[in-house]
C-alpha cells in the first residue's frame, strides 16, 4: 500500500542551522507530494507541494524536491529561525480519490 | 477566497457524553471534506472522508460516526465518548477541480475526562 516515512524527532538545531527533515514515499503511479507545518496549538498549513518528478516545491525559505528515482521528497533549509520551531509532516495524495496519507511528523525544535 | 471553519475549538466533555463537531467550507462548491484526529504525541488518522452529500467512508472502525447533510458542512458525531476519544480534530477540504491540495481548519482539542 502506499506510505510515508519520516524521520524521526525531535529535531534540534541552533538558530542559522542547515535543516533537513527527510522523508520517502511508496506509492504506485505519480502521486503529488506536500510538506505540511503545524505551529504548537495550531492546524496543520500548507507550506510546500510538487506534483511531478523534479518539480521542486519552495516557501519561506524551505524547499523540496521531488525524486522519483529515490521515491524520496526532503525538506530543507538554509538557515533556520527560532520561529521555524514546529512539527513538520510529509504527505502524498493523488489526483483521484480522496486520501492524503501523512508521515508521522517531524517536531523540530530551534533553540536562539 | 475559500475558507474554512471548525467548531468549537476546545471542549472538555465527561465520559459517556455525546460529541458533535462541526464543519463548513466557504468560496467552493461540491468539494472533499476530511476528518482526521491527532492523538498526543502522535501523527495523523484519517476518520473519515466525503466525496459528496449523504456520502462518507470510514477508515477505521471506532466510537465515532460523521455524517454531511449539506455541501459543505461536515459533523463528526459520537453518542457516547470514551476517554480514548480524546485528541486534536482537524476538518480538511480538497477541491478536486483546482488540484488536490488538501487545506485544514484550526482544528479542536477535545479532552474526554
Known amino acids: 500500500g502506499n506510505s510515508v516515512t519520516q524521520m524521526e524527532g525531535p529535531v534540534t538545531l541552533s538558530e542559522e542551522a542547515f535543516l533537513t527533515i527527510n522523508c520517502t514515499y511508496t506509492a504506485t503511479g505519480y502521486p503529488s507530494l506536500f510538506w505540511y507545518v503545524q505551529y504548537p496549538g495550531e492546524g496543520l498549513q500548507l507550506l510546500l507541494k510538487?506534483?511531478?518528478?523534479?518539480d521542486k516545491g519552495s516557501n519561506k525559505g524551505f524547499e523540496a524536491t521531488y525524486r522519483k528515482e529515490t521515491t524520496s521528497f526532503h525538506l530543507e533549509k538554509g538557515s533556520v529561525q527560532v520561529s521555524d520551531s514546529a512539527v513538520y509532516f510529509c504527505a502524498l495524495a493523488y489526483n483521484q480519490g480522496g486520501k492524503l496519507i501523512f508521515g508521522q511528523g517531524t517536531e523540530l525544535s530551534v533553540k536562539p | 477566497s475559500q475558507t474554512i471553519h471548525q467548531w468549537p475549538a476546545t471542549l472538555v466533555q465527561p465520559v459517556g457524553s455525546p460529541l458533535s463537531l462541526e464543519c463548513t467550507v466557504e468560496?467552493?462548491?461540491?468539494?472533499?471534506l476530511y476528518w482526521y484526529r491527532q492523538a498526543a504525541g502522535r501523527g495523523l488518522q484519517l476518520l473519515f472522508y466525503s466525496v459528496g452529500i449523504g456520502q462518507i467512508s470510514s477508515e477505521v472502525p471506532q466510537n465515532l460516526s460523521a455524517s454531511r447533510p449539506q455541501d459543505r458542512q461536515f459533523i463528526l458525531s459520537s453518542k457516547k465518548l470514551l476517554l480514548s476519544d480524546s485528541g486534536f480534530y482537524l476538518c480538511?477540504?480538497?477541491?478536486?477541480?483546482?488540484?488536490?491540495?488538501?487545506?485544514f481548519g484550526e482544528g479542536s482539542w477535545l479532552t474526554v475526562v
Open positions: 468560496g467552493t462548491s461540491n468539494p472533499n
Open positions: 510538487a506534483t511531478k518528478a523534479d
Open positions: 480538511a477540504w480538497r477541491d478536486i477541480t483546482k488540484g488536490n491540495t488538501i487545506y
